[in-house]
């Protein structure tokens, strides 16, 4: 069982918006500002999209960004295109052992 | 521009060591705040983090896999290994090593991974 909580599955329209939860507790989540969102298409590795909870590095689109309230961080993306189909991670720094925890991860169907 | 590159064997047997190398380019693991870390997927799972070096050789480890992880760095040849003894099947997974610079605290680049099964 993965330490923080994401929906296994949604989905959305082209040009709609979605958005994905990532949960966890007061030792994660909720005591840092080291949540990062991770884009991996079939066959790829992991792709950073957000870091620090709502940055975005360079070369990443303005229609991903993040945020977080308490323990619960959230990853939204507007104006869904059809290469946004991927799974996505939550992923926060802790200090309990495992240093990072990631998410179960997010299949994003774009209809 | 960053790069990082993971190789090692695609087949190893029940109780053998695995031994991961993770080469890179574009940065020095020397550079205070740089930190290289390796993480796992098991086919159709999720990521697993699973050890990371910094920059002052300071190393860390996932709890439930300390005894059996080593992770050292070369950084004269730029090079990060990681070794996992007593290998199982439930081993088996995509091994990827990424970088943790200072400035993001996140994993920013990735490695291509590399698949490791393992059979019994």
């Known amino acids: 069982q993965s330490a923080l909580t994401q929906p296994a599955s949604v989905s959305g329209s082209p040009g709609q918006s979605i958005t994905i939860s990532c949960t966890g507790t007061n030792s994660d989540v909720g005591n840092y500002n080291y949540v990062s969102w991770y884009q991996q298409h079939p066959g790829k590795a992991p792709k950073l999209i957000i870091y620090?909870?709502?940055n975005r590095p360079s070369g990443v689109s303005n229609r991903f960004s993040g945020s977080k309230s308490g323990n619960t961080a959230s990853l939204t993306i507007s104006g869904l295109q059809t290469e946004d189909e991927a799974a996505y991670y939550c992923?926060?720094?802790?200090?309990?052992?495992?240093?990072?925890?990631f998410g179960g991860g997010t299949k994003l169907t774009v209809l | 521009q960053v790069t990082l590159e993971e190789s090692g064997p695609a087949l190893v047997k029940v109780t053998q060591t695995l031994t991961l190398t993770c080469t890179f380019s574009?940065?020095?693991?020397?550079?205070?705040?740089?930190?290289v870390s390796w993480i796992r997927q098991p086919p159709g799972k999720a990521l697993e983090w699973l050890a990371r070096i910094d920059w002052d050789d300071d190393k860390f480890y996932a709890a439930s896999l300390k005894t059996r992880l080593t992770i050292s760095k070369d950084t004269s040849k730029n090079q990060v290994v990681l070794v996992l003894t007593n290998m199982d099947p439930v081993d088996t997974a995509t091994y990827y090593c990424?970088?943790?610079?200072?400035?993001?605290?996140?994993?920013?680049?990735w490695g291509q991974g590399t698949m490791v099964t393992v059979s019994s």
């Open positions: 992923s926060s720094y802790t200090t309990s052992s495992p240093n990072w925890l």
């Open positions: 620090e909870v709502s």
């Open positions: 574009g940065f020095s693991l020397s550079t205070s705040g740089m930190r």
């Open positions: 990424a970088r943790i610079p200072t400035a993001k605290s996140a994993f920013d680049i």
